[in-house]
């Protein structure tokens, strides 16, 4: 049975350990991650006995209980980046260009990895015998050099015997909006090229949102901190926010000159395809003016004269003060 010497098992394998031995040679031998001229025929080898496995007679039960796994399609290896954008882009969606390295065919060889001169050199496995020993401690033929103990090599000298080269690539990408820090984009078909029976790679892009000089991202919540005048506070009014999209008027009702959070709802970051927009949560630090013109200085004397009219109810702590004051 060629097809069990070359994954290395025995007749009696059930399909768990058919399966892990052929996952174990399709890396090994893998074209694009073996620079070994013979690995692309090696890898084909490995795939036809383990097609070969797959479709044995019906009436074998172990093989059509293995059948219905079909093996996933080898693929050449992924490649993942970083794309670092603003948080505006994130929030809005935004199209940016990717420049990246990735492999193309030798163009020396046309991929093959052989060019030159034919040499041989002894399998490193079974040191040019063609035969290992196995777990019974019995002698089987060598799955790394199919039990020929040798390889006849015709090395490219240019890509070392890879069949490959690198090729810069320039690519457009749309990232939709609303995705959050780490979010991952798949562009299917564009990491490393397809090459011999495997498919092309992924291209797997990461998401980073680069720091804010204003809001602070808390899930989809949009923090900011932000100075108002404590006369503001007092007496209410109209300020000015940042929002994602521009600046927005918010109304402040009259309160205390102290720190006061204020937040709205569905003003923060934007919502994925089934999330709701997050909160814009202000946190508004009351400030005292540090300098004032003299007309500056006339109108609070007037303020501060007009709450003299009504003590009682604008300042009831200095008014408690004056009758404790006017007792003794």
Not at 66 to 79: L, T
Not at 142 to 154: L, N, T, Y
Not at 253 to 274: E, F, H, I, M, N
Not at 279 to 292: E, G, I
Request: hydrophobic content about 40%; aromatic content about 4%; glycine content about 10%.
């Amino acid at each position: 049975m060629e097809a069990f010497s070359i994954l290395g098992i025995t007749p009696d394998a059930g399909p768990a350990e058919i399966k892990r031995a052929y996952r174990r040679l399709a890396m090994a031998w893998h074209p694009d991650r073996n620079s070994h001229p013979e690995a692309t025929e090696r890898f084909k080898q490995i795939r036809a006995a383990y097609d070969w496995l797959l479709n044995r007679d019906e009436s074998d039960e172990t093989a059509s209980e293995f059948a219905d796994e079909a093996p996933e399609v080898p693929r050449a290896p992924d490649i993942r980046l970083d794309l670092e954008i603003s948080l505006e882009e994130a929030a809005a969606g935004c199209r940016k260009t990717v420049v990246y390295t990735r492999g193309k065919p030798c163009a020396t060889c046309a991929g093959s990895g052989e060019a030159g001169i034919t040499r041989s050199r002894f399998c490193d496995a079974c040191h040019g015998s063609g035969r290992i020993r196995n777990r019974k401690n019995g002698l089987e033929s060598c799955p790394q050099c199919a039990g020929k103990g040798i390889f006849r090599e015709r090395v490219c000298p240019d890509c070392s015997g890879s069949g490959r080269d690198e090729a810069e690539v320039n690519l457009v990408v749309t990232v939709p909006p609303a995705m959050l820090e780490g979010g991952e984009l798949r562009l299917a078909g564009q990491g490393e090229p397809a090459v011999g029976e495997l498919a092309a790679g992924d291209l797997f892009l990461s998401l980073h949102l680069r720091a804010h000089d204003l809001f602070e991202l808390a899930g989809r919540n949009l923090m900011v901190t932000m100075p108002v005048s404590i006369l503001r506070l007092l007496a209410g009014g109209s300020i000015a926010v940042p929002t994602l999209s521009g600046l927005e008027t918010v109304e402040l009702a009259a309160g205390d000159a102290a720190p006061r959070t204020v937040r709205l709802a569905g003003k923060g970051y934007p919502g994925g395809r089934d999330g709701q927009a997050g909160d814009l949560v202000l946190h508004l630090q009351p400030v005292a003016p540090r300098r004032l013109t003299a007309r500056q200085r006339k109108l609070l004397q007037q303020a501060a004269a007009g709450l003299e009219d009504d003590l009682e109810e604008a300042l009831p702590e200095i008014a408690a003060w004056r009758q404790r004051l006017a007792s003794r």
